[in-house]
């Protein structure tokens, strides 16, 4: 008798602890389900907590969004979820012809980070910004640009910097990324010597976005390079031809002066 | 970009389809998209042979381009019209490497630096 009361025991004490995981899960459950609903994204960047410019929720066209404090919204045309910079905001002299040229940016972070990109990497380069450099990101700030650009600030700042400062480090920095002169990948294919490809004459900080655009002019069709890309042209060149190219792309891509 | 017959089309429309292709080629090169800009490259070169082969070299047609407000339509056109249009051409491609417009100003100065090293010979 008393062992099969142990076993009642037993199974409640089972039951309880079942039922126990159970409630937790379905917790769970609940919260993604409140996440999902209020279109919480955990990759997007926040304002840390206790900041005064702190973000704040707000509802557009229908879903529930996270703002910068004091964001404007630019209802664009009939689609709220969408800011667009325009003439003034930016720079006081921007009456330069193709603003109306840039895409509107999304309140909500784009899923694919080619469509952020492709974005956010048009910025330094409208025409009305007036190349403010070092301050384009609190200018961002103060005109209520979509929070999602934030993680892009370090890149943009770079971008603008003057080009000493852009090859002065060595080091990795925020919006930045160590560029090889001579392309290292094709180099060490053709039996380059590692010590020699990445070597301290073969780097240079530069920042990110211009490490893309060189890296893309190496990489596309080119009518100079006889209709084929710079990087296969260069295929069978010598150190000297390689490294020639890399510091001229340096310099006509506004790195080096 | 599919199944483009440029014999079918005429210099004005050719050079329409030139413009819509540096608008997209622009686009791939903000997405690192090199393989879409390459296809783009390719279709474009039967567009160029199409109109140098038409009677007076065509390529002319391109010409209208240069006003264009993308820097990567007007680069494309300033290359492929310099041995038509040497000096206008090039003043086309000194401009873009000015504006600082990147990614164009920079293919611009290399091809201005080839030129005058005699690497680029147009053709």
Redesign the interface.
Known sequence: MEAQIRNYEISLSRLSYHAAALHVLLAGRRIQWLLRKANFHPDEPRVPAGNPDGGQWTTIGGGSYRLPSGARVTRVGDRPHLFRLRPGMLDEDDDL??FE?FPDIPIVRPRHA?DR??IV??IP?APFVG?PAGTLPRKLEEIGAPAWLREYYPHIDAYTQGPELQAGARSSRPGYDIHHIVEKTPALEEGFPKSLVNGPDNLVSIPRF?H??????Y??????FE?I?PRMFLTKGDWQARRMIGM??L????VLQ | MKGLNPASLTDAELAERFAQNGIAQSEALLRNSSKRFNRIFDENSKIIDELKGRPGDARSALISLYGHRNYQVRLNAAQATLSIAPDQARRQIEEIASSKHFPQAGDAGMCLWMLDEGMFKPR
Do not use: F, L, V
């Open positions: 012809p193709g040229d080619t990109h492709s990497r048009r380069m190349r211009k893309w655009e060189i890296t893309g002019w990489q596309t069709k080119n009518p100079k209709s890309s001229k792309a310099k006509y891509y506004g």
